[in-house]
């Protein structure tokens, strides 16, 4: 197991210039010098392709990325993402102790503390199907197991069979990539493609459960499942060295980080515990902020390993009393640290394992962290190779490398020359600007002003850049139409399922499709659609079943494009 290590600084983080990182290997020590914004520790995970059974602190977890779905899911308040937003590496969602009800629930942690002390589990995809599974009568593993997943818990409850001699029946949407059911297959387990969702996958999973008397194996919301995630925990703190300051932990449903706060709070409670949430996937900050688990009416998919509607009940419960609060960050800081991490170890993580990255980096950058030892967990590389365009784009964007500006300039002779005057020493790409720190684009948009050449920032508008910096062409002025944003899912037959919903009722005015592999494709739709005729659209559009988003109001679109 490879781990990338915080050496403390001794320098302010939020002001950096180099820095030193160590990374160590179980054979050697090698320094690399690296610019930087900050210095993390983050263990890193192997590839998919490896299943390992040596120990290693790296761990991966399935997430869905439609709810969890127990019955009781569907009758929790739902509020969208965007209800709950603030900067990027401040610490929010922090629970409120003071209005928790007494009860056992020390005493119930407690018995996680001994359960995981006392778990035998192997390391990698294994860890919580494995703990559970191993704990099941004779008899019930005769019957045989299931589960539903769309990647690293199918392969890890498929191992676990593997390795106790059961037979496991494993439910995938049929959106699956082939690399990944295959590798499931490999394993020995039986795989099932169905639905377009984890949803149905899983309705399916349990269903045939009862029916079978096979026993169903839950991807984070079961206590055995979380113990078996705790040996992380509990693997960072006796391998560590020195003082830690936190642990920065992927949230999805909540399994991972709910298992290492139960060891971590009580053998090393001065250790900050801190989930990491994308801005558009945050259901686990929206229900510690209200107290009580929110459904989230819509996800965003980019970090599809923790792209969850609804956390799990025990793991709200344990993360309510024992979680110091959830770091938020964007997409942009995702590929940032994607980039970062290919740099520095020639790994390639997916979104999802840089999440903590991203929100250890943010963390120590707003609170201008130094002299202190981090971990982040990264937990998979599930890379989907079509992928990999979206993040290189976006990369040096998160870092504030690059800018995405729109200037408007008069039809005159001279005004272009004018404009890259204005630009001065800074490299132009794809007439994004590459700048080297903010005061340097600040400066240059005010030299814009002055000369009469308006200037707009539109770095953090992801429509811009998904889709209008690709449609520059001048402007158009279409009646009645309405700008939407859809998530196809990447199978057969889902542009004419979309087509059949709208065509020939509307017309079709604009269609910009970009691929972002298993995750399904981000589609700019513009439709004519009359004012009286919107229920019926919405009403369309939702019956459809692909997520949307409405940006006709979007300032940048109203800027560019008319």
């Not at 496991?168 to 295959?182: D, S």
């Not at 830690?244 to 515990?273: D, M, N, Q, T």
Request: charged share 25%.
């Amino acid at each position: 197991m490879e781990s990338l290590c915080l050496r403390p600084a001794q320098f302010p983080l939020h002001k950096p210039k180099h820095h030193r990182i160590e990374i160590r290997t179980p054979q050697k020590t090698e320094l690399a010098t690296k610019k930087k914004h900050v210095t993390i520790r983050a263990t890193a995970s192997k590839s998919t392709a490896e299943i390992s059974l040596k120990p290693s602190i790296s761990h991966s977890r399935e997430t869905p990325l439609h709810s969890s779905s127990s019955a009781s899911s569907y009758s929790l308040k739902k509020l969208s993402a965007d209800s709950l937003q603030y900067e990027s590496g401040f610490l929010g969602a922090v629970p409120n102790r003071e209005e928790m009800e007494s009860g056992d629930g020390v005493i119930n942690a407690m018995g996680y503390l001994t359960n995981i002390l006392s778990s035998k589990v192997f390391s990698f995809k294994l860890r919580g199907a494995y703990n559970m599974m191993v704990k099941l009568p004779k008899e019930q593993l005769e019957r045989g197991v299931i589960c539903s997943s769309a990647g690293n818990h199918a392969q890890g409850v498929a191992l676990a069979a593997q390795r106790l001699g059961c037979n496991a029946v494993i439910a995938m949407p049929v959106t699956t990539p082939e690399i990944k059911w295959k590798s499931v297959k490999r394993l020995g387990a039986t795989v099932v493609l169905l639905g377009d969702s984890y949803d149905e996958a899983q309705a399916y999973a349990k269903q045939r459960a009862v029916e079978e008397g096979r026993t169903f194996i839950p991807p984070f919301d079961d206590p055995d499942v979380i113990m078996g995630q705790g040996t992380v925990g509990m693997e960072i703190v006796r391998q560590m060295q020195g003082p830690l300051h936190a642990i920065f932990v992927p949230v999805g449903g909540g399994g991972l980080i709910a298992g290492i706060a139960a060891y971590v709070k009580r053998v090393s409670p001065e250790v900050k515990v801190i989930g990491v949430e994308p801005f558009d996937a945050n259901a686990m900050a929206l229900s510690l902020h209200h107290g009580q688990r929110i459904m989230l009416d819509q996800v965003g998919g980019f970090a599809d390993g923790v792209a969850v509607k609804v956390v799990g009940e025990e793991t709200f419960r344990l993360c309510k009393e024992l979680v110091d609060g959830v770091v938020l960050v964007s997409r942009d800081a995702i590929c940032a640290s994607i980039k970062d991490m290919f740099e520095e170890k020639r790994s390639i993580l997916e979104p999802a394992g840089a999440l903590a990255l991203a929100g250890a980096e943010a963390y120590c950058k707003y609170y201008g962290l130094k002299d202190e030892n981090i971990v982040a967990i990264t937990s998979g590389a599930n890379m989907n190779f079509d992928r990999l365009r979206l993040v290189t784009e976006l990369a040096d964007v998160g870092r504030q490398r690059e800018a995405v500006l729109a200037t408007f300039m008069p039809e005159e002779p001279g005004s272009f020359k004018k404009f890259c005057e204005q630009v001065g020493p800074m490299n132009i790409t794809e007439f994004n600007v590459g700048v080297h720190t903010v005061s340097e684009l600040n400066a240059m948009v005010e030299r814009m002003k002055s000369s009469q050449l308006r200037t707009i920032n539109l770095t953090d508008n992801d429509l811009v850049k998904d889709h209008l910096r690709h449609l520059m062409g001048g402007r158009s002025q279409v009646p009645h139409e309405l700008l939407c944003r859809f998530v196809f899912p990447e199978r057969p037959g889902a542009l004419m399922k979309f087509l059949d919903a709208f065509s020939p009722r509307w017309n079709i005015s604009l269609f910009h499709y970009r691929g972002q592999g298993e995750t399904g494709a981000n589609v700019l739709v513009g439709i004519q659609v009359a004012q009286e005729e919107m229920d019926e659209f919405l009403g369309q559009a939702r019956s459809l079943r692909y997520e949307f988003a409405v940006e006709t109001s979007n300032n940048a679109f109203k800027f560019l494009m008319h």
